[in-house]
């Protein structure tokens, strides 16, 4: 199963999927780990792996920097580990803009998040 769990203030959501995004605004939290999720296909070849990113999201929906690891599990090689790492970032900068209404804008802007990408297997 694909997986990711995002984190903001104490709340964790576990998503899954890899289907295209709406291109109607998000609403809620639930509404963006939801939208993130489906943003990750976990590459081919890895087992029991993750890699979790740091990252904030402006008020118009793009990232407010590059997508940080603050915790890294890949099964493999330095260079295994760092295709896992960059799969993952690539998905979530590929990910943004999202469009937010105004009442999530104004409830995540600047804040930090964190989104953990897990392996399929």
Known sequence: MQMA????????LAVSGAERLDAEPLYTVADLGAALGRCWTP????????????????????????????AIEVN???KQRQ???TAATEALQNCVPLEFSKSLSDEIAGNVFTLQFKSAE
């Not at 890895?46 to 940080?68: I, Q």
């Open 5 to 12: 769990r995002l984190a903001c203030t104490g709340l964790i």
């Open 43 to 70: 590459p081919q070849g890895f087992k029991d792996s993750f890699v979790t990113l740091r990252f904030g999201f402006r008020g118009d929906g793009t990232l407010m920097g590059p997508p940080r690891p603050t």
């Open 76 to 78: 493999g090689d330095e």
């Open 83 to 85: 295709a896992f790492v």
